[in-house]
């Protein structure tokens, strides 16, 4: 698989990473299988896709222990990108960014990875009781110990700054600013899809010009942008998309012409529409690095095909005259 620099070091990926949330958290419970997921996870490494990214509040806990039964022997084709700062409260989810914590939690992550070093270790969101550079002068102190080996930055706030539409990634902006002078960030995450293209706008060009990656979250919205869901499903009730604006019956329907447009750049390729959607985002710079959640192997092989897809100027156009997403996200 095509590798992509991450940061302005020596540090590469494949260009296609995994998203392990889904594997524990968020989605479909009932489509859950451990050993399913071990299969997947193999499957990834044995395919290029080296960026496994997970989060300790994942589960809590139980998606870093799942990579941990995998990591010990495949270590070395491994990437392994995870998360701090945010964990799971009884109604709601709390950050915490007091550099004791910090050091806490990541000792806890190394722990349940079975690993010595944490590849990318990024702030998930930012304390707002606590000066984003304290958190963050605690992370750069676990690259000085060797327990990290690089830090990045999940963007945050993004439905707010959607409804600020130009000063969209602003705030994300002004804190990667305020931490890049402490310590340099390696990685922004953020999402970026054909229908959630709002990282182009600011954040992109940022990390453009200063050798930093962009980990695209999300890259196939949701699940929307495979073409799989029907219209009106029904969602069981822990999964994210059961209380999402734009997974309603209406809002669904009403942005079918996307997927449409999808499918049909897609059967010019013999592709999917999920390997569209992929490659659009890899069109979008060679900083990018796509990061598809899945918990089948099915999955994992058709995303990992997507680096190979290379879409022509005219797709590019094509996807570019899509409609707008419609759906409030408040």
Not at 108 to 118: C, E, F, G, P, Q
Not at 131 to 152: I, N, Q, S
Not at 217 to 225: D, E, I, S, T, V
């Amino acid at each position: 698989m095509e590798r992509r620099g991450m940061g302005a070091g020596a540090l590469g990926v494949g260009a296609v990473g995994l998203g392990c949330m889904p594997m524990s958290w968020a989605y479909t419970a009932s489509r859950r299988s451990g050993e399913e997921s071990l299969r997947a996870l193999h499957t990834a490494l044995d395919l290029g896709v080296s960026l496994l990214d997970t989060a300790d509040m994942y589960g809590p806990f139980t998606n870093e222990r799942l990579l941990g039964r995998v990591l010990p022997e495949r270590r070395a084709e491994a990437f392994v990108s995870t998360k701090v700062g945010l964990l799971v409260g009884e109604q709601h989810l709390v950050a915490d960014g007091r550099p004791s914590s910090v050091r806490r939690a990541c000792d806890a992550s190394l722990r349940r990875l079975r690993t010595d070093v944490i590849d990318l270790y990024q702030l998930h969101r930012a304390d707002p009781e606590v000066p984003v550079e304290e958190t963050w002068g605690a992370m750069a102190d676990l690259v000085a110990a060797g327990k990290v080996r690089a830090l990045g930055l999940c963007a945050v706030g993004a439905r707010a700054q959607r409804r600020a539409g130009a000063a969209l990634h602003e705030g994300t902006i002004s804190q990667l600013r305020r931490v890049q002078r402490v310590f340099p960030v390696t990685a922004v995450e953020a999402e970026l899809s054909v229908w959630s293209p709002e990282a182009l706008g600011a954040l992109l060009p940022w990390c453009t010009q200063r050798g930093v990656a962009l980990l695209a979250a999300m890259p196939l919205g949701n699940g929307f942008l495979t073409g799989s869901l029907t219209p009106g499903e029904g969602f069981e009730p822990e999964d994210l998309r059961a209380r999402h604006p734009r997974f309603t019956a209406e809002m669904m329907a009403a942005n079918q012409p996307i997927v449409v447009g999808l499918r049909r750049v897609a059967a010019r390729h013999d592709a999917t529409p999920a390997q569209v959607a992929l490659a659009w985002v890899l069109a979008q710079g060679p900083q990018v690095v796509a990061l598809p959640g899945a918990k089948h192997e099915r999955w994992v092989r058709e995303n990992a095909a997507a680096a190979r897809l290379r879409l022509t100027p005219a797709d590019l156009a094509e996807l570019a005259a899509l409609p707008a997403a419609l759906g409030s996200w408040d």
